[in-house]
């Protein structure tokens, strides 16, 4: 961890003091690469896909990972912050599945290294899913033996270990990409994919800074190796009269997870994909709109108060991130 917080902040002066290194716009990859130990394969998208939606994941059989990441509605659940599998609530909000593929680092404050890690901690977790441990999980999916045939296609003799069981679910949102927005067509070529505004908003997103933070082809920022988590103070003017308003400093992001003075109120930064879809917006689930959004990052990130016709060109740029979503049919889950 160490190692991964001094290359942050190495990284943030370099980001924050050379404007000039801004990745230049790029499209989404229609396809997501995967990692050597878990290579994506057809078998494991579809033992993956039934995992995702199976509310036997959880430890009292009632919620799976899409009643919190509904992959219809954009791949979140439209709550301030999510409700477990107790009635609990989690204290952060569901960011979307849709593009996961493409960062580097998961959570809000980036604590899981990847896919495969986050699938597995989010089942542990106490409040979300419940499952009590690895064992726990193995046991409750052998005990449907459905499942065994799909394992054995997926992971040979391995069969059903929990690590398997997360494998296939990573290997499942890697293929949940939305590579065809407006915004991917324009960089693409196609030079009218984009309206007036969007345009508008697209050079002051730039212009103003946004893309300091928010760069790449996922808007998390400069390209980095999997595994490796950009965070960014969060807010960075904290006598913002929004960071009152909505709350902003009261979790202190990756410093509740690794108690370090230097990760204090430090948050990785989000994807700025499918937007459109997965209000209300920040850690807290607190901010109810876009527009509200940009205001906040206006004001706490760069010190700006945007005017109306600048948040409404921000915004519609924001839009063109979005979309349209890839209709990804409910599994047939075994008896
Ligand atoms: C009870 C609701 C709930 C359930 C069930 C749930 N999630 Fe989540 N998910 C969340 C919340 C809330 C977060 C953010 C938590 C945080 O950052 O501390 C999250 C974060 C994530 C992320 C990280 C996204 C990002 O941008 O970093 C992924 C990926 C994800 N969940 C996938 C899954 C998978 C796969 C499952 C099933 C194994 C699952 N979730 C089950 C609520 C849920
Ligand atoms: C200094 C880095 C930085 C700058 C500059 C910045 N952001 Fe952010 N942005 C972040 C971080 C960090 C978060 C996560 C906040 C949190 O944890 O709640 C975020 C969150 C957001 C969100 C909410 C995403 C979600 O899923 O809820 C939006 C929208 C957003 N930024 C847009 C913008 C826009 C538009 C600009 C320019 C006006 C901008 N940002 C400038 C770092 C930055």
Redesign the pocket.
Known sequence: MKILSILCLGLLACVAHAAGTERPWQALPAQAPSPASNPTSDAKVELGRMLFHDVRLSESRTVSCATCHALAEGGADHRPTSLGVHGEPDGR?A?TVWNVAFLTSYY?DGRAASLEDQARTQMLNPIDMGMRDSAYIEARVRSIAGYQPYFERAFGSEGVTAVNVARAIAAFERTLITPDTAYDRYVKGDRTALTEQQLRGMAS?RA???G???QGPAFDGPALAAGTVF????P?YPRSAYAATYR?VADL?RYEWTGKEPDRSQ????S?RN?TY?AP????GL?PT?AA??RV??ST??A?TFTDPEVAD?VAF?EALSGPLPVISAPVLPP
């Open positions: 909000n960011p809000w997103f103003d800074g946004c300091r933070c928010h965070t960014m103070r969060f960075s902003l992001g948050w990785r930064v989000p700025l937007l997965t917006f920040m850690h807290n901010v876009l959004a940009v990052m206006g990130e760069l700006r921000l924001l």
